[in-house]
């Protein structure tokens, strides 16, 4: 890649719209946080956890997500973890960023659902006052656990809802079809929340297509098996449904092998609103720009496909008309 695209895909202007905050934990974060609050971890050392980031599915890499999210306890710590996040975003010109958090992985080890989200959204507001980053929280329910956490949860956050902008599901796909959720996302729609779901990343085209009908979402976090069913990719195409890609997630889970077999370039030529994202940048080896340059490094992407990925990530945010024009408006600029 020659210098000026990939200057370009650094200073252009973006929106992430995939990121779990607990994803964002840095190793030296977690030990850190252990010491602070005295909790005991499985690794003796950075590096040893750092060595056990060697996944080979989904699953895997989750017994190692929740097992460092333990060290959260204090509205503090999540402060610091989204801070920390929304520094690096800042660095690779984020100019908005919606953020998904876990609330069951904390309020199962007794962590109140109030500590965890206002620790969150107090840093998302310092970022908005000191550099003007716009964002949001999306509040994601377990899918391996029952519709009837996920309802508990709802009603944990119903006095904070002024700080949700929606809701997601994620953890362990397979065996968890979207239609587990569909009573708990019905309501969530009456409550004037918006709605995305995880759906093909591990799991059949069918999530997707379920994730659609059954749940009403605005957005499929992955989406990437779309391919493998061309009605279901040209139904995604015409309705111009966005969806949240995570390139360096993507061969860490070993979704494909290789940078070089992501399927990022064939979604835009299929007329696809794709988006780059980070998904747990602390565990799959980068944040925003490390996931556009491992991208345009080994596939045939160029400065369109730049400009289009930046225009996608702002088209498919939860923001108003007037605000998506006006960074619409600088993308162009910055490519003009
Ligand atoms: N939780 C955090 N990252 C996830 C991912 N990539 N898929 C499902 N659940 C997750
Ligand atoms: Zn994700």
Known sequence: MDQALRDLLQRMPKAELHIHIEGSLEPEL?????????????????????????????????DIYYAGASVLLKEQDFY?????????????????AEIFFDPQTHTDRGVPFEIAINGIHR?????????????????CFLRHLSEEDAFKTLEQAMPHLDKIIGVGLDSSERGHPPEKFARVFARC????????????????????????????????????????????????AREGMPLTVCPLSNIKLRVFDRNADHNLRALLDAGLAATVNSDDPAYFGGYMN???????????????????????????????????????????????
């Open 290 to 336: 490390d996931n556009f340059i491992a991208m345009f490094e080994a596939l045939p992407l160029e400065r369109r496909h730049a400009w289009q990925l930046a225009r996608n990530s702002f088209v498919a945010a939860f923001l108003d008309e007037d605000k998506k024009k006006a960074f619409v408006d600088e993308v162009d600029a910055c490519f003009a």
């Open 80 to 96: 610091d973890m989204t801070w920390a996040y929304l520094q690096k975003a800042r660095q690779d010109n984020v100019r908005h």
């Open 123 to 139: 840093a998302l507001q310092d970022a908005r006052a000191q550099w003007g980053m716009s964002g949001g929280l999306i509040m």
């Open 189 to 236: 729609g009456e409550l004037g929340l918006h709605r995305v779901a995880h759906a093909g990343e591990e799991g059949p085209p069918e999530y997707i297509r379920n994730a659609l009908d059954i749940l009403k979402v605005e957005r499929i976090d992955h989406g990437v098996r779309c391919l493998e069913d061309p009605a279901l990719t040209e139904r995604l």
């Open 30 to 62: 977690i030990f850190a946080l252990a010491e602070r609050n005295q909790v005991k971890l499985d690794y003796p050392s950075v590096e040893a956890l750092r060595r056990a980031y060697a996944f080979t599915d989904l699953q895997s890499f989750l």
